[in-house]
């Protein structure tokens, strides 16, 4: 990591799981021995309402406890939220991860921006098939790691694997389903 603390804004509906995947990506983030935080913005919502969740990861403590501002990552659960407002704050080299089954160029258009990086899945798809209903957190996840490089792979597959575990121990097929979820979005991510 260039910087000494990296930070990710989640932008979703409630119900899609933005909340549980930045706790989820925290506690796996964690397993490898960094500092992590994971958090929602709570406010009035509800399913389908606008919601927002947060990341910080570092190599040391961190001493920041408030809402990120200027993240250094953003990812989209869903692309009815895609508008300026995803871009506030985001530095010129920021990257955008985001469900759709528009092509990154079409996303760069649409955000009118001119630098930083764009990757594009199409998380709702997957995770129909693979969870059984559209829940794209966990996709985002797998396009996450292939996007940012920010750990191995395999490492990665292994430390969410355990924390579906704790949550769906007796729920395999919801771990299998997951772990496939995140393994086709890693396959099928498109970036620019």
Not at 37 to 49: I, L, S
Not at 53 to 76: C, G, T
């Amino acid at each position: 990591m260039s910087k000494k603390v990296l930070e990710i804004r989640w932008h979703g509906r409630g119900g899609q799981g933005a909340k549980t995947a930045a706790l989820m990506l925290a506690e796996t983030i964690a397993q490898m021995g960094k500092y992590v935080q994971g958090f929602p913005e709570y406010g009035p919502e509800r399913m389908g309402a606008p919601i927002l969740a947060f990341n910080r990861i570092s190599d040391e403590p961190i001493h920041i406890h408030s809402n990120v501002i200027n993240p250094d990552i953003v990812i989209v659960l869903d692309a009815t939220l895609l508008s300026e407002k995803i871009t506030e704050g985001v530095p010129e080299d920021g990257i955008y991860i985001v469900n759709t089954t528009k092509t990154p160029q079409e996303v760069r258009k649409k955000l009118n921006l001119k630098g930083g990086k764009i990757f594009t899945v199409d998380a709702n798809q997957i995770s129909l098939e693979t969870i059984g209903r559209v829940i794209p957190n966990t996709p985002l996840m797998g396009a996450f790691i292939k996007a940012t490089g920010l750990m191995p792979y395999e490492e990665f597959i292994e430390n969410v694997k355990r924390e579906l575990e704790k949550k769906f121990r007796t729920k395999p097929e919801v771990i299998d389903g997951n772990i496939k979820a995140i393994e086709r979005a890693y396959r099928e991510v498109k970036g620019e």
